[in-house]
């Protein structure tokens, strides 16, 4: 089970400049492929006269990302996108998407060239970026007393996981959220209280897995 896995907290944006061409290497954050092509979308709105947009995104845990696909955009095959990808793979960082958008200067490169120029902008952009630690969550629901909650809110706060709701009743339900290395000491926890857990539906109950 994954542990978590680094993805950025923040875009960055560098130029590298070889023989007259200008390549502008922009990285961000994006989950879903939706999120990576609005960011080329934007790419492509900032820099409309540029010749090439190439792009290399890895969607989900890199270490078994649920997406990865790349784009010369007009380049020669190869010379671009996978580049910008083998350095997105290499560096592990998941839920990423990159563009190198490229100002032609008037003197070819040649493919191997290219391959460098695309390669050497990408990791001038990651060693820029800031990342941050996704930590892997799970939820569960808790069926118990009112006089629970309390404990229970102290326990989430100490292991970093979350109560998101509290239906009150006779007996209360309470909607949690934490961390899945945590759910095993969870489990002794709430055995220890006398409470139950119920079956939840992780994809309609838990916002941020």
């Known amino acids: 089970m994954s542990q978590g896995y680094a993805l950025p907290a923040a875009a960055e944006q560098v130029e590298y400049v070889v023989k007259k061409s200008r390549f502008i290497a922009r990285v961000g954050p994006a989950n879903d492929r939706a999120a990576a092509m609005a960011m ?14 190439c792009w290399a995104y890895v969607i989900g845990d890199p270490y078994s990302p649920t997406l990865a696909a790349c784009a010369d955009d007009g380049e020669p095959c190869g010379t671009a996108g996978k580049p910008m990808l083998n350095v997105l793979q290499y560096k592990q960082v998941g839920d990423v998407m990159l563009i190198v958008i490229r100002y032609f200067g008037g003197i070819k490169l040649g493919a191997g060239g290219l391959v460098r120029a695309y390669s050497q902008a990408a990791q001038m952009a990651m ?64 055995g220890a209280q006398g409470a139950e857990q119920l079956p939840v539906d992780e994809a309609a109950h838990c916002p941020h897995r």
Do not use: M, N, T
């Open 40 to 53: 080329l979308a934007q790419a492509r709105a900032d820099f409309p006269d540029a010749r090439h947009h």
């Open 127 to 190: 060693e820029r970026l800031a990342l941050v630690q996704q930590i892997p969550k799970s939820c569960r629901q808790v069926i118990g007393p009112y006089g629970l909650e309390q404990p229970l809110r102290h326990f989430l706060g100490q292991c970093g996981g979350d109560l998101l709701s509290v239906d009150y009743g006779s007996q209360c339900i309470f909607s949690v959220q934490l961390p899945i290395v945590q759910l095993a000491d969870f489990d002794a926890f709430i």
